[in-house]
C-alpha cells in the first residue's frame, strides 16, 4: 500500500503505469478496439495517406495500420509479458531454494546459472531458434531458457539477505515448515526486489522480439507484429517514412513506460533514492553558485 502511495506521487511513474495499463488493455481487447480486419488485403488502398476512415493509413498491401498496430500488441507486449511471468517464475522458485537451504542445493542451482550465463544472449537465442526454428513460440521459448538463470541469481541474493533477519531465524524455532517461511516471511520482502527487476527486463525484451521480427526470425506473415511492420515499411522508408514512424514510436513508448515504471518502483521502495538524488542536485547547485562568487 505504502509503495503504491509512493508510486502515485511520482508523475513520471504514474503515467507510465498508465500507459502500460492503457496497452495491455488494448492488447486484451484487441478484436473490439481494431477498426479493420488487420489481415485484409485491398491493393486499391495501397500506401493510401490517412483518413477518417483510415486513420493511419494503409500499408503496401492496403491492409490497416492501426488495426495491425493494435493487433500486433499481443505478440510484442502480451506474449512477451507471458514469457517473462514464467522466467520470473522459475527463477524465483529455484532463487528461493538456493538462498534458503545454501549448501549442496545451493551449489547445484548456481552452478546451473553459471553455465547458462556464460553464452552471450544474442548468441544463445539465435542458436535456439536455429534448432527449434523461426516463429514467435520459439523465440519466446529462448527467453525463458535464457532469462530463469539471470532472475535465479539475483533473486538468490536477495533471498540470502533476508534470510539473516533475526524473525526469520526465530521462525524456524516453533518447527514451522520451510515451505511456510519462505511463503509468509520471505517472498513479501523480496516481492518488492522481483516486481523491479521485472519491470527492468521487460523493456528489453520487447526490443529483442521487435528485433528478431525485424530480421524475420520472429512472427511469420500475415500475423502484425511491431518488428515485422518496421521491416516490412523500410524498403519505402525514404518516400513513405510516415509508415515506420506508428510502430517505432509504439515501441519507444511502451519500452519507455516499463522502463520509467522501473526506476519509480525502485525509488517507491527505498525512498531514500529520491533523497539522496535531490542532496546531490542541491550539492551541484551550491558548488555551481560558489564558482561564480569565486569568479
Same mark, same amino acid.
Given at each position: 500500500?505504502?509503495?503504491l502511495? *509512493?508510486?502515485?506521487?511520482d508523475? /513520471?511513474?504514474?503515467? +507510465?503505469s ?21 489481415n485484409?488485403? *485491398? ?15 494503409n500499408?503496401?498491401?492496403?491492409? %490497416?495500420?492501426l ?11 502480451? $506474449? ?6 514464467? +522466467?520470473?517464475l ?15 542445493? @545451493?551449489?547445484?542451482?548456481m552452478?546451473? %546459472?553459471?553455465?547458462?550465463?556464460s ?8 542458436? /535456439?531458434?536455429?534448432?527449434?526454428? !523461426?516463429?514467435?513460440? *520459439? ?6 531458457l535464457?532469462? $530463469?538463470? $539471470? ?5 538468490r541474493?536477495?533471498?540470502? #539477505?533476508?534470510?539473516?533477519? @533475526? ?12 515451505? #511456510? ?18 519491470s527492468? +527486463? ?7 522480439i ?15 507484429? $511491431?518488428?515485422m511492420?518496421l ?17 517505432g514510436l509504439? /515501441?519507444v513508448? !511502451? ?13 517507491a521502495? *527505498? ?13 551541484s547547485? +551550491? ?9
Amino acid at each position: 500500500m505504502k509503495m503504491l502511495l *509512493n508510486l502515485r506521487q511520482d508523475k /513520471i511513474g504514474f503515467l +507510465s503505469s498508465i500507459v502500460i495499463f492503457v496497452t495491455i488493455m488494448l492488447g486484451v481487447f484487441a478484436p473490439f478496439f481494431a477498426p479493420h480486419d488487420p489481415n485484409q488485403v *485491398n491493393m486499391s488502398l495501397r500506401y493510401a495517406p490517412s483518413s477518417m476512415e483510415y486513420l493511419l493509413g494503409n500499408d503496401h498491401l492496403g491492409r %490497416c495500420i492501426l488495426s495491425r498496430l493494435i493487433i500486433g500488441i499481443r505478440p510484442s507486449v502480451l $506474449w512477451v509479458l507471458a514469457a517473462l511471468g514464467v +522466467s520470473v517464475l522459475i527463477g524465483a522458485a529455484l532463487g528461493f531454494l538456493a538462498g534458503y537451504f545454501r549448501g549442496k542445493i @545451493d551449489t547445484v542451482i548456481m552452478r546451473m %546459472c553459471d553455465t547458462m550465463l556464460s553464452f552471450p544472449g544474442y548468441v544463445m537465442a539465435l542458436a /535456439i531458434i536455429g534448432v527449434l526454428g !523461426v516463429g514467435l513460440q *520459439n523465440i519466446l521459448i529462448a527467453f525463458i531458457l535464457i532469462k $530463469w538463470a $539471470w532472475f535465479a541469481r539475483i533473486i538468490r541474493t536477495s533471498v540470502l #539477505q533476508y534470510a539473516e533477519l @533475526d524473525y526469520v531465524k526465530f521462525a524456524k524455532a516453533p518447527g514451522i515448515k520451510d515451505l #511456510q517461511i519462505i511463503y509468509k516471511h520471505l517472498f513479501p520482502l523480496t516481492f518488492s526486489d522481483i516486481a523491479v527487476i521485472a519491470s527492468s +527486463s521487460m523493456g528489453s525484451m520487447i526490443l529483442q522480439i521487435s528485433g528478431f521480427s525485424f530480421l524475420g526470425l520472429g512472427i511469420q506473415a500475415p500475423n502484425a507484429e $511491431w518488428g515485422m511492420m518496421l521491416n516490412e515499411a523500410r524498403e519505402v522508408m525514404f518516400t513513405r517514412p510516415e509508415l515506420m514512424l506508428a510502430p517505432g514510436l509504439a /515501441i519507444v513508448i !511502451v519500452v519507455s513506460a516499463f522502463n520509467f515504471l522501473s526506476d519509480s518502483l525502485q525509488v517507491a521502495l *527505498n525512498p531514500a533514492l529520491s533523497t539522496g538524488q535531490k542532496r546531490s542536485k542541491q550539492e551541484s547547485l +551550491s558548488t555551481e553558485k560558489k564558482e561564480v562568487l569565486m569568479k
